[in-house]
């Protein structure tokens, strides 16, 4: 059998975004083509595509370059914590259309999209891999994360996988945890435990990318407006809610296929000063006046500013919203971006 459990050196800070390939985009076995057959397979949830994640990816396409054969990666939508806890808030770091945006831009040949329901949530383990792995995509590697976990109650282990090789003529390697310097194991939980204290930037060093949120521009009361200050508008739908408040932000704007980057200020939250009870992203771009309404946007999280709270009025609205939008363009200055910092915002050191 070959199985390989092997200690991987965490990912640069900087993540170095590759070209953006064709991948392919499957949804059922039938669509699978001969040259998918053999591939080595990288599986998980992959909620938040972090360092961590990228390492079970990256190897799994070292792998599949090292044989010759395509490089795959399966994920599960919906998330199975929404299937077997539909009532908890939202925690979604990427949704699916952000999650496969980024794993294509990891140079992924086919992203298999298993829908996961309840009759595919009491398939064991041992039928998985015998009716999945083997049966229909005919994996030559597979490649899983030290903790993950798969099967009817959850039985299924990277050891389990190892002795399904044998048994099957399959690879498995199972990739260890994988730390940033200062020490803390890449995960989704803790990028989300990060997001939810405000801090975005401790969020984008597990990252390796600052966190986007993205939708499309709706209108709002255009108070903004009459204060000076216009702001594009977004509901959070299934994302994760971050620490309410006024942060510095990236704002991607789609221009004749490519996305064009903007400095921006934002405020997440509920809006006290005027009485509102629902959730909404109101972004400014800096030096910006174009119409966004209906439109696609992004928005990259880089750093909070201040908490939400209540004013008084609008005089001293109006004098907090200059306050912020100047101490986010001196935040933004000291990172160098540039307008074509994509796919996705690079986690740029301050000077």
Known sequence: MRCEAFCTTPLPLVFSWGPILKMRLIRHCGELSPDHRGCVVALGNFDGVHLGHQAVILTARRIAQDLGVAHAVMTFEPHPRSLFNPDQPPFRLTPFRVKSRLIEALGTDFLYQQHFDRDFAAMTALEFVGGVLVGCMQASHVVVGYDYVFGKGRLGTGAFLQKCGEESGFGVTVVPPAMADHGETYSSTAVREHLVAGRPDAAARLLGHYWEVEGRVEHGDARGRLLGFPTANLRLGEYQRPASGV?????????????????????????????????????????????????????????????????????????????????????????????????????????
């Open 247 to 351: 942060y510095a932000v990236r704002a991607g704007i789609d221009k004749g296929g490519a996305t064009v980057w903007h400095d921006g200020v934002a405020n997440f939250g509920r809006r006290p000063t005027f009485d509102k009870t629902d959730e909404l992203m109101e972004v400014h771009l800096l030096d910006f006046n174009e119409d966004l309404y209906g439109r696609h946007l992004r928005v990259a999280l880089v750093e909070h500013i201040r908490p939400e709270r209540r004013f008084s009025g609008l005089a001293e609205l109006t004098t907090q919203i200059t306050a912020d939008v100047e101490t986010g363009r001196r935040l933004l200055a000291a990172r160098h971006f540039s307008a074509a910092a994509g796919p996705m915002v690079p986690v740029a050191p301050a000077v």
